[in-house]
């Protein structure tokens, strides 16, 4: 018969060893799940984004303009409204068009003031009510859309959900970028990037004057300010500055060339990436709102990226050099002003980036078809479709307001009948594009590029 104690004993041993072993299981399970976590926030970080992303649209106009209806409201679907692609102050930013939109997944508002404040404190609450009517809306509607102020909650919300996301950015630095605690506050409300100058010159550099008598009425200060006077000023080299060291990215769409040219000087030396949303290229679109070949290559040697105008309307040739306007005349099919338009200053850019890898690389070893697709993204080229912002869209390529008459048993995209008449467009833009054979991947590998350039600036605040 075994003796008591020795049994009790065996037994207290026994405890000891399944409690250490439920231990170790315990912290194994802990171990495990916590490698899963790092594994997977490895994966989404290493996720490639490959979407389609407006680099800035305007559905809060109402707010600094009160001439606009509100943006970002439904429409009854029985009864939508009839919208064209003549719309300069119509608002066309109706959710109905944003939501589950196969032409964009990712849409950047770009906040604006009036020009007119000079008051910090007021132009900042312009902002910031357009900020919470953004704000407002998604809260409303939370299993549709969904706000990201930082890069790794775009990536997040790009691998884990279907939701169209927003991301946030400042058009127009006058009178909301005055030092460094500016900057910071801008930040911490998730301001991606800031459009430094807009439609006037101002404290912080000269604005850009497009052909034309009214955008010369706008911004009569900088028609007779000599070239010398329109550059950079020391309070626009400071803002650029705070702006990158708070992590926000520095767009110069909009500037003068005197003060492009100093801004893209200041971040070379200072190891800013440049962005360049919405200026036009200036072998095409001779003037200065567009960008020359010299400063494209400087912007993409500098990590930074370009991207057009949507609009065929904006993107119209005007005094293109003679080898832009041989191809021009060498168009079997060119509809000036509608998505053809788009189309050609898309496709000559690419050309341009494809034809000078080995010098924005550095490597003259380097050409557009050794390039890895990793590589391939740092010749990303964005779009912008800046809806409500007070432009005109592409017009139709057939029908009336077209060039062309339509063929009977022919199958149009809308694109090509209606022109781009509002956001709910852009799916048929791209399909259109697709058919005629044009590479979008440019254009798709532009989110991943503003992602990274985002990520750099972020991790790099602070250094500049």
């Keep these: 018969m075994p003796n008591y104690l020795t049994l009790i004993a065996h037994h ?74 003549k719309h300069l102050l119509k608002n066309v930013n109706y959710a109905n068009f944003w939501e589950n939109n196969k032409g964009c997944r990712i849409f950047v508002v770009g906040f604006t003031t009036k020009e007119s404040i000079r008051k910090r404190q007021k132009a900042r609450a312009v ?18 859309f969904a706000i990201a102020r930082s890069p790794q909650e775009v990536r997040n919300l790009v691998t884990q959900t279907q939701k169209t996301i927003i991301l946030y950015s400042i058009e127009g630095g006058k009178s909301l970028v005055g030092s460094k605690e500016d900057a910071l506050f801008w930040a911490d409300k998730g301001i991606a ?67 492009r040219a100093d801004a893209l000087d200041l971040m070379i030396e200072k190891g800013i990436p440049p962005i360049s949303t919405h200026d036009a290229f200036k072998p095409i679109q001779n003037m200065e709102r567009s960008i020359s070949e010299a400063d494209v290559i400087r912007i993409y040697q500098a990590g930074g990226f370009m991207s057009l105008p949507l609009s065929g309307i904006s993107l119209k040739p005007h005094k293109p050099d003679t080898r832009y306007q041989a191809l ?21 850019l690419q050309a341009f980036l494809a034809k000078n890898v080995g010098v924005i690389f550095k490597d003259g070893s380097k050409t557009i078809d050794n390039l890895t697709e990793n590589e391939k993204v740092d010749l990303a080229i964005g779009f912008q479709s800046d809806f409500n912002g007070w432009v005109n869209h592409s017009r139709p390529r057939y029908g009336k307001k077209g060039c062309y008459k339509t063929a009977p048993d022919t199958v149009y995209e809308p694109i090509e009948l209606k022109g781009l008449a509002h956001p709910g467009m852009l799916e048929s833009q791209w399909k259109w594009m697709a058919k005629e054979a044009v590479d979008l991947d440019p254009i798709l590998r532009a989110s991943e590029k503003f992602l990274r350039v985002w990520e750099y600036v972020v991790e790099h605040k602070g250094e500049f």
């Excluded at 231990?23 to 290493?46: D, E, G, I, R, Y």
């Excluded at 902002?127 to 549709?144: A, C, G, S």
């Design 12 to 85: 207290s041993q026994l405890t000891k060893y399944a409690q250490l072993f439920m231990k170790s299981k315990t912290t194994l399970c802990a171990l495990v799940l916590s490698m899963v976590s790092l594994l997977f926030a490895q994966t989404v970080n290493s996720q490639v984004i490959h979407e389609y992303m407006d680099l800035q649209i305007h559905p809060t106009m109402h707010i600094a303009h009160h001439n606009f209806d509100p943006g970002l409201t439904y429409f009854d679907e029985k009864d939508p409204p009839k919208l064209t692609y």
């Design 127 to 144: 902002i910031l009510e357009q900020i919470k009517y953004v704000e407002d809306f998604v809260q409303q509607h939370p299993d549709k």
């Design 193 to 259: 990037f800031i459009t430094l100058i807009h439609l006037l010159d101002s404290e912080l550099g000269g604005s850009a004057i497009r052909p034309g008598i009214i955008y010369k009425i706008i911004n009569l200060k900088g028609v007779f300010r000599s070239k010398k006077k329109r550059g950079l000023t020391d309070l626009g080299s400071k803002a650029i500055q705070w702006l990158a060291n708070a992590g926000i990215m520095i767009d110069i769409s909009h500037m003068h060339d005197s003060t």
């Design 328 to 348: 021009l005349n060498d168009q079997s099919e060119y509809c000036d002003g509608s998505v053809d338009t788009y189309r050609f200053t898309y496709e000559a």
